[in-house]
């Protein structure tokens, strides 16, 4: 399997509740590394071009304030088969759906406030990566 990289937000209602470590905490034990991280405050701007696929749904509006509500902080993450490893580690969109064990059956709020973001494929984790860090940024 190979060694690859996906990207990761811990979002506004993690972040308020001081989860940041616990987070990290279970990606880290699902064999994914940190080779970037940092903790921003995203604009309005940013939230809206990061999540533009979803532009047309009705939550988006609401999506995009929670999403500046607070800081989050971005990652990313490597390790084999990264993507896959991330999104099972993760659980469901909404916590009512997630497998127990995962990130948002533990921590997350809803399925908006659900705790963390996490690439959906190889081709969109090159894409948020390059939208959040420099190539220098990442350490591996
Ligand atoms: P995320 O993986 O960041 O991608 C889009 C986000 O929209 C999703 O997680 C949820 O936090 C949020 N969202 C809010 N309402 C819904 C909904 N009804 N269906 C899917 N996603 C939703």
């Given at each position: 399997?190979?060694?690859?990289?996906?990207?990761?937000?811990?979002?506004?209602?993690?972040?308020?509740?001081?989860?940041?470590?616990?987070?990290?905490?279970?990606?880290?034990?699902?064999?994914?590394?940190?080779?970037?991280?940092?903790?921003?405050?995203?604009?309005?701007?940013?939230?809206?071009?990061?999540?533009?696929?979803?532009?047309?749904?009705?939550?988006?509006?609401?999506?995009?304030?929670?999403?500046?509500?607070?800081?989050?902080?971005v990652q990313v993450l490597e390790g084999e088969d990264a993507v896959?490893?991330?999104?099972?580690?993760?659980?469901?969109?909404?916590?009512?759906?997630?497998?127990?064990?995962?990130?948002?059956?533990?921590?997350?709020?809803?399925?908006?406030?659900?705790?963390?973001?996490?690439?959906?494929?190889?081709?969109?984790?090159?894409?948020?990566?390059?939208?959040?860090?420099?190539?220098?940024?990442?350490?591996?």
């Amino acid at each position: 399997m190979a060694v690859t990289r996906t990207f990761s937000i811990i979002k506004p209602d993690a972040t308020r509740r001081n989860l940041t470590g616990a987070v990290t905490k279970m990606l880290e034990e699902a064999g994914l590394r940190v080779v970037a991280s940092k903790r921003i405050q995203m604009t309005k701007d940013q939230a809206e071009g990061f999540y533009a696929v979803h532009k047309e749904r009705p939550f988006f509006g609401e999506l995009v304030d929670f999403m500046i509500s607070g800081p989050v902080v971005v990652q990313v993450l490597e390790g084999e088969d990264a993507v896959k490893r991330n999104r099972d580690v993760m659980g469901a969109t909404n916590p009512a759906d997630a497998d127990e064990g995962t990130i948002r059956k533990t921590y997350a709020e809803s399925i908006e406030a659900n705790s963390v973001h996490g690439s959906d494929s190889d081709e969109n984790a090159k894409i948020e990566i390059d939208y959040f860090f420099d190539e220098n940024e990442i350490v591996g």
